[in-house]
């Protein structure tokens, strides 16, 4: 018998296994502390097989990495501007594509856009004939409501990143003032409520018209 330390020591002092630059190259991040520390990792896009971890997930790592191992013909990365300007600079002659899991992502982002753009111009529908009401809701923001802290720190980035840009400062130029992530879409957005897509949009239900604080503006009606 062993221990789970000695079986994790004997396998990390395993030489890693031999490859050669693949056609097909996959960059994405990960996070080593979420919000704080971040690399890039490098895969062979046609084989999954992992190739290799950068410190951070800057342009500049990614160039070196690619003109040290020429041959790439395709790029498949995700959307972070950072690793587009890299493989721009190491790699010219590949061709840049996004993974089927951005794709999907940018899909069901714009597609959430857009319906709670246009939830407001759904008519409800009449009380039916058992006295149900169907409630309709709209993306109003409660002017009461507490923001979240990742409300609030979203606000903040969008602040601070339109304040540099009205200065004249560039995108680059701000993220490596800020040391921040994400700036070129804190740029983008007119308003910090385009921040807040994905995980970071508060989800709503068919009761928040009824929970603490707000009046349920009709209710059942009759007895059951």
Known sequence: MVSRTTLLRLLMALPDPPWTAPRVLGVDDFATRRGQHYGTVLINYETGQPLDLLP???????????????????ICRDRAGVYADGARTGAPQAVQVADPFHLWQNFATAVERRVRRHNVCLKPPDADENSIVHISFTDEQDP????????????????????????????????????????????RAESPEQLLTGRHQPRRTQLDPCKPGRCCPRRWQGSR
């Open 144 to 187: 009461t409501k507490e923001m979240s802290p990742i409300e609030t720190r979203l606000s903040e980035r969008h602040r601070v990143v339109h304040t540099f840009l009205d200065q004249g400062h560039g995108i680059r130029e701000i993220a490596r003032e800020l040391h921040m992530g994400a700036v070129r879409r804190a740029a």
């Open 56 to 74: 951070g997930r800057d342009a500049e790592t990614l160039a070196a990495w690619l003109r040290e191992h020429p041959g790439l013909e395709i």
